[in-house]
T-cell receptor
Framework: KNQVEQSPQSLIILEGKNCTLQCNYTVSPFSNLRWYKQDTGRGPVSLTIMTFSENTKSNGRYTATLDADTKQSSLHITASQLSDSASYICVAVDRGSTLGRLYFGRGTQLTVWP | EADIYQTPRYLVIGTGKKITLECSQTMGHDKMYWYQQDPGMELHLIHYSYGVNSTEKGDLSSESTVSRIRTEHFPLTLESARPSHTSQYLC????????????????FGPGTRLTVL
C-alpha cells in the first residue's frame, strides 16, 4: 500500500530559528516528491517539486532534500518567520497511472512563536 | 496565487438537506479534482475529471456526485447530507503536460468547510 509518513506531527519553534521536517514514503513506482504549505483554512500551496534524480531543491528559505534510495525527504526552513506557521504536507506522486496519483502525508503542524 | 475559487467557504446545514459545493477555475485547466480532508488527516481524492463530460471516482468512497459540463466548473453535490459528511472539501485543477516532471502540478482552492448537524 502506498503511504507517506511525516514527522514530527507538530513542532513549535521560536522566530528566527531553523527547523527540519521529515518524510518517508513507500510510493512505487515513484515519480516525484512535493512539499506543500497549507495555511489554516486555506488550500495547499506548492513549495518544491523533486524528481527521483534530484537531491535538493530550494525555494527562498525552504530547502527540500530527497534520497530516492532510502525513500526519505526533508524540508529545512531557515530563519523562521511568524508567517511560516502552517501545516507542511509531503506528497509522493506515482508514475504508474495516467492521472499521476498524489499520495498525501498528514502534515507537520509548525508553529512559530515570537 | 492560483485562480481557483470555491463557494461557500463555510456551510452549516441540517441532516437531509441537498447541497452543492461550487468550484471554478479561470486558468483553462483540463483536469479538476475534489479532495476531502479531516482535521489532522491527509487529503483523500474523492472525484476527478480529465475534461468536459469526464468524471471518475477517487480513492475514497463518497456519497457525493460531481459533474463537468464546462471546463471551468466542477460542482460537487450531496443529495442528502449527514453528520458523517462533516469535513473540509478542497477543489484543485491542473493542466495536462505542463509539468514535465511527471504529474501535473495541482493548484488548490481555499476549501469549503462543511458541518452537518
Amino acid at each position: 500500500k502506498n503511504q507517506v509518513e511525516q514527522s514530527p506531527q507538530s513542532l513549535i519553534i521560536l522566530e528566527g530559528k531553523n527547523c527540519t521536517l521529515q518524510c518517508n514514503y513507500t510510493v512505487s513506482p515513484f515519480s516525484n516528491l512535493r512539499w506543500y504549505k497549507q495555511d489554516t483554512g486555506r488550500g495547499p500551496v506548492s513549495l518544491t517539486i523533486m524528481t527521483f534524480s534530484e537531491n535538493t531543491k530550494s525555494n527562498g528559505r525552504y530547502t527540500a532534500t530527497l534520497d530516492a534510495d532510502t525513500k526519505q525527504s526533508s524540508l529545512h526552513i531557515t530563519a523562521s518567520q511568524l508567517s511560516d506557521s502552517a501545516s507542511y504536507i509531503c506528497v509522493a506522486v506515482d508514475r504508474g497511472s495516467t492521472l499521476g496519483r498524489l499520495y498525501f502525508g498528514r502534515g507537520t503542524q509548525l508553529t512559530v512563536w515570537p | 496565487e492560483a485562480d481557483i475559487y470555491q463557494t461557500p467557504r463555510y456551510l452549516v446545514i441540517g441532516t437531509g438537506k441537498k447541497i452543492t459545493l461550487e468550484c471554478s477555475q479561470t486558468m483553462g485547466h483540463d483536469k479538476m479534482y475534489w479532495y476531502q480532508q479531516d482535521p489532522g488527516m491527509e487529503l483523500h481524492l474523492i472525484h476527478y475529471s480529465y475534461g468536459v463530460n469526464s468524471t471518475e471516482k477517487g480513492d475514497l468512497s463518497s456519497e457525493s456526485t460531481v459533474s463537468r459540463i464546462r471546463t471551468e466548473h466542477f460542482p460537487l453535490t450531496l443529495e442528502s447530507a449527514r453528520p458523517s459528511h462533516t469535513s473540509q472539501y478542497l477543489c484543485a485543477s491542473s493542466e495536462t503536460g505542463k509539468d514535465t516532471r511527471g504529474a501535473d502540478t495541482q493548484y488548490f482552492g481555499p476549501g469549503t468547510r462543511l458541518t452537518v448537524l
